[in-house]
């Protein structure tokens, strides 16, 4: 009985880390054939780099070791009073190492896909948000404000995880860095790869001036094309996970109503009952 428990609990595990949406092969892709950022900062230093800051948390690693370590204690936890019900062997404390084993594990691999699942949030969320704050900025940048007033504009009439992003590039402004150097600092650390396209050109636009809203349009644009390209791909994925196993079920009952006059033709022919 031991022996089930243990099998049950880790049929749930692979359950709930089965449950996390996968990401796509061409999101999987992206990143190897996307140049990546500079890895110093126009000053020579190495940039500020923030582990978990796409995930919308701002911890050390040492600080996400903690709470993992945390969250794995919990389940372990979890698992020991599970076995002092004695709910799958007889005999006290039989279950109990295997239990809490499985806790412990189940804790830590929740804790992953909860990241995991924030990051994956995060990422959606400011794709969709990527062509309103491109146009938001043009707009403001064609009434006449500079790239700082303008975004300092948006973030205080607007909400979302862009939004966030760029009060975090304001809050760095307000510490005493540039605001260019603050949006390069966003580049390393943004929910999704995308909008580092939008930070380096407020950036460059910033120290070399141009004609930043037909940039920024053209920008726009482009991050709605590639929205529809997602959506696009995102139906036929839930076209295929919705009719496959219809098909996959369907087909062969098809075939064998199909075949089987045939067959009892060919076996009447040949003599048989």
Avoid: C, K
Wanted: glycine content about 10%; aromatic content about 6%; cysteine-free.
């Amino acid at each position: 009985m031991s022996l089930l428990a243990a099998l049950l609990m880790a049929t749930s595990i692979v359950l709930v880390v089965g449950a996390h949406r996968s990401r796509p092969l061409s999101e999987r892709v992206a990143r190897y054939l996307r140049p990546e950022p500079p890895s110093t900062a126009p000053d020579g230093s190495a940039p500020h780099r923030l582990p978990f800051a796409d995930a919308g948390l701002h911890w050390s690693r040492s600080e996400m070791l903690v709470r993992r370590v945390a969250a794995a204690a919990a389940g372990g936890i979890g698992g020991a009073l599970i076995a002092q019900g004695d709910l799958f062997v007889q005999g006290p404390g039989r279950s109990l190492p295997s239990l809490v084993a499985l806790g412990s594990i189940a804790g830590w691999l929740v804790f992953g896909v909860w990241i995991s699942t924030r990051r994956d949030r995060r990422s959606r969320s400011l794709r969709f948000e990527l062509p309103i704050v491109t146009d938001a900025l043009s707009l403001r940048v064609i009434a006449g404000e500079s790239v700082a007033t303008a975004i300092q504009s948006y973030v205080d009439e607007s909400s979302g995880v862009a939004a966030e992003e760029l009060g975090a590039a304001l809050a760095d402004v307000s510490a005493g860095r540039g605001i260019a150097e603050a949006l390069q600092r966003n580049v390393h650390r943004t929910a999704d790869p995308e909008a580092a396209r939008l930070y380096t050109l407020l950036a460059h636009a910033h120290d070399t001036g141009g004609r930043l809203a037909d940039a920024l349009g053209d920008l726009g644009t482009d991050y709605r094309a590639a929205l529809a390209r997602d959506l696009t791909a995102e139906g036929g994925r839930r076209a295929l996970t919705t009719y496959g196993p219809v098909l996959a079920l369907m087909v062969p009952v098809t075939l064998l109503f199909l075949l089987y006059p045939t067959l009892a033709g060919l076996r009447s022919l040949a003599g048989g009952p």
